[in-house]
């Protein structure tokens, strides 16, 4: 009779700790459409949110497209220039648990829609580190533009940028 109950016991703490470890498993590594949306930050003075859509493999890895509107001060008295930024989003989570550091990086365009006239338009990269938890995601990164048409021809924009986002 002892060893009957220690072994339903043991099998009642095994099934125990293995929900408890799926309960701890990261989203990241589900094999599934995502989407995710993030407030961004460059220095000093420029606001902005984007979202990108993509798919999860199962592995930490996720690739996915994106699109986003930026708000850019020159100064704190001026009009702000509208951007519309249009992306390619690679990200990696390193550990399959709901806290998780990762890496990524955003490659694209930006186009300035200030006015009716196109004022420039920029390709950037953006790598960045960051950590997941759960579903909210804290990131830091350098974003670097060059302007390739427009007012900004030819100029090297070098800038930190902050994000917090939130996985869908």
Known sequence: MKRLFLMMFALLLTSNMLSAQEQNKSRMYNRTYRADMELVWHN???????TSHGYSFGNGLY?????GFTA???DYNSD?????PLFAD?????LNKKISPFVSAKAGGYADVTSTDVQGIRTFINPAIGLDFNRVSIEVGYEYQLGC???RNGEHIHQFKC???LSF
């Open 44 to 50: 000093p003075r420029t606001w902005g949110f984007a």
């Open 63 to 67: 690739v996915g497209g994106g699109a």
């Open 72 to 74: 850019e001060f020159a």
């Open 80 to 84: 702000p220039a509208y951007i519309l």
């Open 90 to 94: 690679v990200k990696y989570n390193f």
């Open 149 to 151: 048409w427009g007012h």
């Open 163 to 165: 994000g917090v986002g």
